[in-house]
């Protein structure tokens, strides 16, 4: 039989989670090591927590979800029961004294994880904030995770952040963007509390995230909410201002084409569903997104690419933690 252990790992607080047969050496590997994780764990058991727990579940390599933890009994606390994890009603309470944890994720709202951020730093956990709350830096996947790799707080921007940022900032490789503008519309359905009681946030964490992370000098962002039933896929529409004497379509087409592949490999359901348009100082370009359907329905691209996101990143920690 296999037996459970916790491990230091060098030079790192905290533990990993181990599963050996004949113990961890000091290097917490061990002779006879079948697997070696990180445990994990993630705040707010709603839409997104528990699409992410799924995603977790069924394919992560390197983490190991520990515990499940809300302000209340819910669908998603009984959800998270029902397959196996430990699940708590006293939200981020449940994290004080918990070593063995190593990652969290918030999936709850910005203004809760602003309180969230100094109790996990405190209990030396790393945050993967899935809030526009942007505490810590800004972060997507296929364009600066490695370059932050070491933070203890990370933001995964928003939706539509992880949807457009890319595109803008494979074009700005190629010739300065002056503006960029976003426009994300997703199915009203795919909206829940938290989407819907950050849209401010999402505006202005979005926007940033353009110009921080995709290079834009200027930009602006809005997010629609269509209540077509059949609910729509979501749908983001990228408008960039550029120089129509420096560009280079080949080029830029090239660009965005190779990033929509390097996006594709954490979210299958990225699709390039207008390729880039030229329109004097005008680039368009539009991108779809269908759900993996993990826990939501494929219309859900929105918060698909949001849990497809923080699983990528939430690997690459803790393959980071454990030196793989």
Known sequence: MVSALYCSLPGKPGRA????????????????????????????????????MMKIKNRSRHMELALVTGLRDSQGIAMAKREGYDVSTQGIEALRGRRDIRIVFDATLASAHLRHAAILREEGMVAVDLTPAAVGPYIVPTVNLMQNI???????????????????????QVLPVEYAEIVSTIASASAGPGTRGSIDEFTITTARGLREVGGAKRSKALILLNPADPPMMM?????????????????????????????????????????????????LTMVEIQGAGDYLPAYSGNLDIETSAALAVGEKIAAHMLGA
């Open 150 to 172: 070491e933070a203890d707080n990370v933001n995964l921007i928003t939706c539509g952040g992880q949807a457009t940022i890319p595109i803008v900032y494979a074009i700005s």
């Open 235 to 283: 749908n983001n529409t990228i408008y960039c201002m550029v120089d129509p004497d420096r560009y280079d379509r080949r080029a830029v087409e090239a660009a965005v084409s190779a990033m929509v592949h390097r996006v594709q490999e954490y979210v299958p359901g990225y699709r390039l569903k207008i390729p880039p348009e030229f329109d004097g100082k005008r680039i």
């Open 17 to 52: 989670y181990c599963s050996t047969r004949n113990g961890c050496n000091d290097d917490g590997k061990g002779e006879g090591a079948v697997v070696n994780r990180i445990r994990a764990a993630i705040i707010g058991p709603g839409n997104i927590g528990m699409d992410l």
